[in-house]
């Protein structure tokens, strides 16, 4: 148990290193090759978060743990909200701009889709495709806007002018050989530890692995918050989650059908849903999410993880 324990902290780490140095390396050489900022917040930086998310739902449906594939994404949503907005809203208030309305309908409507694909009973072939070409129309739409859209004079997290460009790629092939190394530590302990504990690795998925891979999103929202750069923070969010249910999950998919488990549609798909309409009155009323919010957040947080422990208890 000690080592499995260890192999899951070890992969903790690494994720998180690899992750922030894929994320450094890409954004600044993006920002170099004169791509604007607000596409490169919306998808590099994006999938430079989700990248653990990613790599730990591949390993997971190689390993045939479907239910660690799917907790991984489903709990790193609801942590990515719950969690990953009300922490630093106790710190600073978040004012949130409506330039990401667009983007946030389509999170809504990407989770209705992931909820009606659900309802089929697993991820096989063609709702893998279907996921992919969402994500491809999405991604199509950002390019069109980004486009149409001057250069954003947003500060994004990670961007440094003073940064060599070899060190930069360094920094890309460093995140690209440590993201598999720590998603392979950390899937096998979490696995192992399920297995010991007669838990199952949905329960795990959801809770330890979710909240692992989401440090990267909580790490740099929480430095937007610091910066009252509230639509940083929002786009980063908002652009992971689509990450997480159309591009991520679709991939997983390539690699073998992923079984839904039943229980996933009983509670942890609604309280993702639920999570991502409490942004909704914060967009359309221009009303920063203060700390009683961010409060109510981490309360609802908890209260989730306790209907998990006495579900899988």
Known sequence: MLIDVAQVAGGLVVLLLAGDLLVRGAVNLALRLGIPALMVGMTVVAFGTSAPELLVSVKAVIRDADGLALGNVVGSNIANILLVIGLPALIAPMLIGREYLR?????????GLFGALALTGAIGLWQTLVLLGA????MGDSILRARKARQDSIALEGAD???????????????????????????AGAVDIAAALGVSDVMIGLTIVAVGTSLPELATTFMAAIRREGGVALGNIIGSNLFNLLFILGIAGLFG???????????????????????????WTLRPVGRVTGGALLLAYAGYIWALIVIGG
């Open 257 to 283: 059908q992923i079984d839904m488990p039943p229980q996933m549609m009983v509670l942890d798909f609604w309280v993702m849903l639920a999570a991502a309409l409490v942004l909704a009155p914060f967009l």
């Open 103 to 111: 983007d946030y309908l389509m999170m809504l409507a990407a989770t």
């Open 135 to 138: 994500f491809t129309l999405f």
């Open 161 to 187: 002018d003073s940064i060599a460009t070899p060190k930069l790629a360094l920094f890309l092939v460093l995140g690209v050989i440590g993201l598999p190394l720590g998603a392979s530590l950390l899937v």
